[in-house]
Antibody
Framework: EVQLVQSGAAVKKPGESLKISCKGSGYSFITYWIGWVRQMPGKGLEWMGIIYPYDSDTRYSPSFQGQVIISADRSNNTAYLQWSSLKASDTAMYYC???????????WGQGTLVSVSS | SYVLTQPPSVSVAPGKTARITCGGNNIGTKSVHWYQQKPGQAPVLVIYYDSDRPSGIPERFSGSNSGNTATLTISRVEAGDEADYYCQVWDTTSDHPVFGGGTKLTVL
């Protein structure tokens, strides 16, 4: 069974750093792209970026380029999303999702809620 | 960049048919995917490649795509279908996925 399991909720202060994770199982992790999607409270889905764990080829949405770093550890079947200096506007739910063969996102993690407040 | 336009809301009575549209320039030349997101839950893929259903998705869910509009059709709507629905394509120009703004389906 394909599963993406994300790390737990995080409560941070502005300026702090954070790295959240997404661990895949039940399939060949390194041969599927993993994407990250932001959902701000009460809003829609925004694509942030995507990584191919086999060689760590990474693409970013222009809206998030330079704001976050996406990485992967193929030995641990895990993808990561990190911030070096959080802002209150980073408060959101973050989902990882596997890119399917047709350009869809066929499996999703359960989401990680990030709250940033002073 | 490529833009997908969805109506903010659609309402339908139980047992009737709901149609949710997704507009985009020549969207008929792209593969369209649809997601259902219930409150407090992660999105779930309900239609991919315009009209294919993943395993476990009821036959009541179907999709079509032509010209400038793709449509998600939900037949014999049930109370449990109440959710937000998002369309998505892969924009080959930017090599990025694009999501529509989402449609809230209300079952009356």
């Amino acid at each position: 069974e394909v599963q993406l399991v994300q790390s737990g909720a995080a409560v941070k202060k502005p300026g702090e750093s954070l790295k959240i994770s997404c661990k895949g199982s039940g399939y060949s992790f390194i041969t599927y792209w993993i994407g990250w999607v932001r959902q701000m409270p009460g809003k829609g889905l925004e694509w942030m970026g995507i990584i191919y764990p086999y060689d760590s080829d990474t693409r970013y949405s222009p809206s998030f380029q330079g704001q976050v770093i996406i990485s992967a550890d193929r030995s641990n079947n895990t993808a990561y999303l990190q911030w070096s200096s959080l802002k209150a506007s980073d408060t959101a739910m973050y989902y990882c999702a596997r890119r399917g063969m047709e350009g869809d996102f066929d499996y999703w993690g359960q989401g990680t809620l990030v709250s940033v407040s002073s | 960049s490529y833009v997908l336009t969805q109506p903010p809301s659609v309402s339908v009575a139980p047992g009737k048919t709901a149609r949710i549209t997704c507009g985009g320039n020549n969207i008929g030349t792209k593969s369209v995917h649809w997601y259902q997101q219930k409150p407090g839950q992660a999105p779930v893929l309900v239609i991919y490649y315009d009209s294919d259903r993943p395993s476990g998705i009821p036959e009541r869910f179907s999709g079509s795509n032509s010209g400038n509009t793709a449509t998600l059709t939900i037949s014999r709507v049930e109370a449990g279908d109440e959710a937000d629905y998002y369309c998505q394509v892969w924009d080959t120009t930017s090599d990025h996925p694009v999501f529509g703004g989402g449609t809230k389906l209300t079952v009356l």
